[in-house]
């Protein structure tokens, strides 16, 4: 059980807008900085978000983040049939003292 | 751009220890957070522990008892050495490099390696 949670599923189609929530607690989100990875089919994570809303050089910006409160949520926008991943979102968790990771979303492209 | 290549054994008996290794090249190693990242078969992601370049260290407080994470400069290589290891520590385990963040985001992934654990 992860401590920041995820849909575990989410799905669109072609040319569309899909979100991806991510909820934590005060102690995390609340109180840091969230980052977005993306993890295609056997390979490692990439970076896609910082700092809630910050994009790497690279990234799309079909790609974007946000936060509020102890909320955060990725958007992709134009959806591609590439874009068919696992998304993580994760933090820094000020009472475990350490980096912790939603737990996952699997994101299809119809 | 910068490299990074894990390696290590890709079987370990129960109770034994593992020891990695992560090779960084095409950039430097100094002033920057090298972090270890675990994922078990079919799950998500794990954080073990940072160190940064001047050796000093945060670890994941579930695994802390259990874990070094150490850097060489001079050989620009990070290493992480897990004790005691069991079945659930079967993961690919992946070295990952944060130049922007302070210790908390990983800009840079290596492929990752596959380490068993079984007798």
């Known amino acids: 059980q992860s401590v920041l949670t995820q849909p575990p599923s989410a799905s669109g189609t072609p040319g569309r807008r899909v979100t991806i929530s991510c909820s934590g607690s005060?102690?995390?989100?609340?109180?840091?900085?969230v980052k977005w990875y993306q993890q295609l089919p056997r390979a490692a994570p990439k970076l896609l978000i910082y700092s809630n809303d910050q994009r790497p050089s690279g990234v799309p910006d079909r790609f974007s983040g946000s936060k509020s409160g102890t909320s955060a949520s990725l958007a992709i926008s134009g959806l591609q049939s590439e874009d068919g991943a696992d998304f993580y979102c994760?933090?820094?968790?000020?009472?475990?003292?350490?980096?912790?990771f939603g737990g996952g979303t699997k994101l299809t492209v119809l | 751009q910068v490299q990074l290549q894990e390696s290590g054994p890709g079987l370990v008996k129960p109770s034994e220890t593992l020891s990695l290794i992560c090779t960084v090249s095409?950039?430097?190693?100094?002033?920057?957070?090298w972090s270890w990242i675990r994922q078990p078969p079919g799950q998500g992601l794990e954080w073990i522990g940072y160190?940064?370049?001047?050796?000093?260290?945060k670890y994941n407080p579930s695994l802390k008892s259990r874990i070094t994470i150490s850097v060489d400069t001079s050989q620009n290589q990070v290493s992480l050495t897990l004790k005691s290891v069991t079945a659930a520590d079967t993961a690919v385990y992946y070295c990952a490099r944060d130049s922007f963040c302070g210790g908390d985001c990983f800009d840079s992934w290596g492929q990752g390696t596959q380490v068993t654990v079984s007798s």
């Open positions: 005060s102690s995390n989100i609340g109180s840091n900085t």
């Open positions: 994760a933090t820094w968790d000020d009472r475990l003292d350490g980096v912790i």
């Open positions: 095409g950039g430097s190693i100094s002033r920057k957070f």
């Open positions: 160190v940064y370049d001047s050796g000093s260290t």
